[in-house]
């Protein structure tokens, strides 16, 4: 499984790259909003971890705007997770309202795998389930 980590700030990045590359996930962090869309254009990421001030806050909004227009049958592979410094971790309704699969506040980075792990395990349950019941439908 591949990952891409867009994180600003030296620090966080090296936690959460190390900590993504310790699961088994074949990780790449970016710098810039560019670098991040170019790599989405041309890979499947299963998991994307971007934070607020990813390169001064546009590259958050710019990923966004990616992900929610891309073909759904590809944006129900990823799973989004937001590092924010302004939500708490699992807050359900912001994420829903933001469009990321799940959140998780800075201050609970030190959770960062037991975290990650649960969200992959219920993104993969939920997809799982939405794509058995395609097929059973002759919709995929």
């Known amino acids: 499984m591949n990952a891409l980590v867009c994180i600003d700030g030296d620090e966080l990045k090296k936690k959460v790259y190390s900590l993504v590359k310790q699961m088994g996930l074949n990780a790449e962090a970016v710098t810039d909003t560019k670098a991040a869309l170019k790599k ?3 890979h499947i990421y299963h998991l994307v971890i971007m934070d607020d001030a990813f390169d001064q806050n546009k590259g958050f909004s710019g990923i966004l705007d990616r992900m929610n227009t891309m073909d759904m049958s590809l944006r129900r592979r ?3 997770v937001w590092v924010s410094n302004k939500l708490n971790t699992n ?8 469009s990321v699969n799940t959140i998780i506040h800075q201050d609970d980075i030190i959770h960062l795998k037991a975290f990650l792990s649960r969200a992959l395990t219920g ?18």
């Open 91 to 98: 807050d359900n309704m912001a994420a829903l309202h933001s």
């Open 123 to 140: 993104h993969k349950n939920f997809y799982t389930v939405y794509n058995e019941s395609l097929k059973q439908a002759g919709k995929a």
């Open 78 to 80: 990823i799973c989004l």
């Open 40 to 42: 989405l254009e041309y």
